[in-house]
């Protein structure tokens, strides 16, 4: 069964630092390009960040360029999205997917609440 | 950036009936790059259609989806109690890829 979990999230300060994880399983990873997807409390989907398979193309969305790293370790079935330098408008659900062009699957989440 | 725009915001139906979801771009989405997904509370999204008309495995075939360029459509023939949620399309056409504000489908 394809299967994505992620991990890491909790409570940080503005100015602080989270690393998260995205645990594969299921699939054959190193094959599928992966996403970073956001959804603030009670808000719509935001698009985070984008990897390719090899990690030869990356992208960023606008309002984390500079702060966020994403990365990928596939011997490890692994993706994982450094925070740095968080905002109080950071704080979401961050969800991992797959992508092959879409987004499926999606794992369940993990919180990120950035507040002092 | 492309923009997308669903309406209408939310959509009150009794089981049965039939829902009619749109999308549109703000410039035309390449390739027909456009997806729907299905969100519940406390869940994470789940894909429905993409390639604007292609439906993800193991999604019945109440549900349809088409459209092109700047206009797109997701079509719930009869509604199950099981379909009430938040359904937003999204364009993987261009970075940055976006997504819709959503749609929410409540019961009547």
């Known amino acids: 069964e394809v299967h994505l979990v992620e991990s890491g999230g909790g409570l940080v300060q503005p100015g602080g630092s989270l690393r998260l994880s995205c645990a594969a399983s299921?699939?054959?990873?190193?094959?599928?390009?992966m996403n970073w997807v956001r959804q603030a409390p009670g808000k719509g989907l935001e698009w985070v960040s984008y990897i390719t398979s090899s990690s030869s193309t990356i992208y960023y969305a606008d309002s984390v360029k500079g702060r966020f790293t994403i990365s990928r370790d596939n011997a490890q079935n692994s993706l994982y999205l450094q925070m740095n330098s968080l905002r109080v408008e950071d704080t979401a659900v961050y969800y991992c997917a797959a992508d092959p062009g879409w987004f499926d699957p999606w794992g369940q989440g993990t919180l990120v609440t950035v507040s002092s | 950036e492309i923009v997308l725009t669903q309406s209408p915001g939310t959509l009150s139906l009794s089981p049965g009936e039939r829902a009619t979801l749109s999308c549109r771009a703000s410039?035309?989405?390449?390739?027909?790059?456009l997806a729907w997904y299905q969100q519940k509370p406390g869940q994470a999204p789940r894909l429905l259609i993409y390639?604007?008309?292609s439906r993800a495995t193991g999604i019945p075939d109440r549900f349809s989806g088409s459209g092109s360029g700047t206009d797109f459509t997701l079509t719930i023939s009869r509604l199950e109690p099981e379909d009430f949620g938040v359904y937003y399309c999204?364009?993987?056409?261009?970075?940055?890829?976006?997504f819709g504000q959503g749609t929410k489908v409540e019961i009547k």
């Open positions: 999204q364009q993987y056409g261009s970075s940055p890829w976006t």
């Open positions: 390639g604007a008309s």
């Open positions: 410039q035309s989405v390449s390739g027909t790059y």
């Open positions: 299921g699939f054959t990873f190193s094959s599928f390009n």
